[in-house]
């Protein structure tokens, strides 16, 4: 795959256009960074960046085909099974337009439907024991003006996906990670860190502490009021019921936040919207259980459905089965955590 990324430079001339596709949390962004440094030396060449979520990246794929780059790079990006129709159909426009496109990635997804993107000439780097940043660092770090740095801003990328830990580096990288998590933090912030990271090669700057502090007093008044709503506290658990609450998409980070500071699994029940109760679940390193097996199998008894990591997952069933799903994690958690 180094090589693949050799060739596809080797075509390139300084004149070619190039764009970058990443996830907008630290691992994508932090690849990303690393990826156009590298383009920038390489070939000179200042790509475009671009921010989707899985479920949209057909929409930046389609907003790239009116003027189709010659390289594209996406980075951090799992596919979508439910999305995937227009993203291949999307991706086939582009390379039949004369754009080399390389996919970049960690989530499981990707690799499955690996095959499906080397019948379209799109080039796959992929590793499943590391994150994006990972790849970033090992193959794009060091073709950049400053190796050092950047495989500094990858190691960042590497320690908020939980695949290394780095005590040095580690507070710098929670104070990013906090920052991009601010209401506030939308694309254009993301956007001018990465040239931040890129031209001026600073790790972090009075804007990212800001905002990582509006982060945390927003996340420090939400605790607090899901503190007020548990209606189970058991001896290795801890059950939530915020249905009450609007919890501005930091539901995973509070229930992450209590379930360290307490020592226990921690499962909060929220309405993110009109239709659905949600339950997110958080397990402490201390603690055996897996979140996404035993959620998954206590919601596909409802109806519902989810995802997720043995200690991080999440499960949805429709709003009105609500009562329903706290009974039965309350169950559940005093069979196994009571
Ligand atoms: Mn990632």
Known sequence: ????????????????????????????????????????RVKGLRAELLI?????????????????PHVLLITDLGIDEATWGSTRDALTRLVSR??????????????KLAPEFLVKGVSILYT???????????????????????????RMGEIADGVTVDDELAIVADRVAAALSAPSAKEPFKRKLVKMWVEEQ??????VAIKAEEFERLLARKIAHVKERVVADLEK??????????LSGLAGHIAS????????????????????????CRVPNTVEFNALQELSS??????????????AAAVRVPREMGDLLLNSLCELFRAKLG
């Open 1 to 40: 795959m180094v090589y693949r990324f050799e060739c596809l430079l080797e075509m390139m001339s300084t004149d070619s256009r190039a764009a970058v596709i990443a996830h907008g949390d630290l691992d994508g962004l932090a690849s990303a960074a690393t990826l156009i440094a590298a383009l920038k």
């Open 52 to 68: 989707a979520q899985p479920y949209n990246l057909y929409t930046k794929l389609t907003e790239l085909a009116v003027k189709p």
């Open 98 to 111: 004369g754009c080399r496109i390389t996919w970049v990635d960690h989530h499981v997804s990707t690799s």
């Open 128 to 154: 499943s024991s590391g994150s994006a940043s990972t790849l970033a660092r090992e193959v794009f770090a060091p073709l950049t003006e400053n190796p050092e740095f950047f495989i500094k801003i990858a």
């Open 202 to 207: 600073r790790l972090i700057d009075d804007e």
């Open 237 to 246: 658990g801890l059950i939530i019921d915020a249905r009450d609450l609007k």
């Open 257 to 280: 936040r209590i379930a360290n500071e307490k020592k226990k699994v921690t499962v909060i029940v929220f309405s993110p919207n009109e239709r659905e109760a949600v339950a997110t």
């Open 298 to 311: 206590l919601v596909s008894k409802l109806g519902g459905g989810g995802g997720g990591l043995s200690r």
